[in-house]
């Protein structure tokens, strides 16, 4: 069965500073996709950034990018100039092709940015 | 704007009186979910269906049940519920493998 860790209960940052969220996972399957997804407090859970298993190159958008290492099943992601908006939980998730469509979630990295 | 509309956003109901969560789409997807989140803690997966497939997941108390009478729309029924079923309940929608999901605003609810 596949799991997703996330060791970091709780990280915090300074306001546009870098901070850099782990997550590792286990599987077995060689066609899958990773997500960070973001939920703010009391608010909507949105999607940050999506990384094909196949795709070598490191997932980009805008402040978020991730450093995805296949072979060490790891997954994590880095924030540049962080803003208080970016307070939130965040969850790495797993989907693989042969899960019927679930994905599997991390157990969440609370992040506090401080001005 | 296409979305995921969950109604109420609130919800308190009394111990062991049913009641039915609502969840809505108008991005035309063909999986829909829901999953159970109690407070700092990751989403767990209740069921999910996939077109008119329901999906049930082996952990999901019998309490627990879903209808999807058509595309946009998916309910979730608590026929009795217990002071630990309150939680927040999250609907999503995915197009499929490898799109990830669209999540509504979630519906807290509250046994008293």
């Known amino acids: 069965a596949q799991t997703v860790t996330q060791s970091q209960p709780e990280m915090s940052v300074q306001e546009a500073e870098t901070v850099t969220l782990s997550c590792t996972y286990d599987?077995?399957?060689?066609?899958?996709?990773l997500f960070w997804y973001k939920q703010p407090p009391s608010r909507q859970m949105i999607l940050v950034i999506r990384q094909e298993a196949y795709k070598q190159q490191n997932a980009t958008e805008n402040r978020f990018s991730v450093n995805f290492q296949k072979a060490a099943k790891s997954f994590s992601l880095k924030i540049s100039d962080s803003q208080l908006g970016d307070a939130a939980m965040y969850f790495c998730a797993f989907h693989g092709s042969g899960n019927t469509g679930k994905l599997i979630f991390g157990q969440g990295t609370t992040l506090q940015v401080k001005p | 704007d296409a979305m995921v509309i969950q109604n109420p956003r609130y919800q308190v109901t009394q111990f062991g009186k049913p009641v039915t969560l609502s969840c809505s789409q108008t991005?035309?997807?063909?999986?829909m979910y829901w999953y159970q989140q109690k407070s700092s803690q990751a989403p767990k997966l209740l069921f999910h269906?996939?077109?008119?497939?329901?999906?049930n997941e082996a952990d999901t108390p019998d309490n627990f049940q879903s209808r999807r009478p058509n595309t946009s729309f998916c309910f979730l029924d608590i026929r009795s519920p217990g002071l630990g079923d309150a939680a927040m309940y999250l609907c999503?929608?995915?197009?499929?493998f490898g799109y990830g999901y669209t999540f509504g605003s979630g519906t807290r609810l509250t046994v008293v």
């Open positions: 269906y996939y077109d008119k497939d329901f999906n």
């Open positions: 991005l035309n997807h063909n999986v």
């Open positions: 999503a929608t995915s197009r499929g």
């Open positions: 599987t077995s399957e060689s066609d899958y996709y």
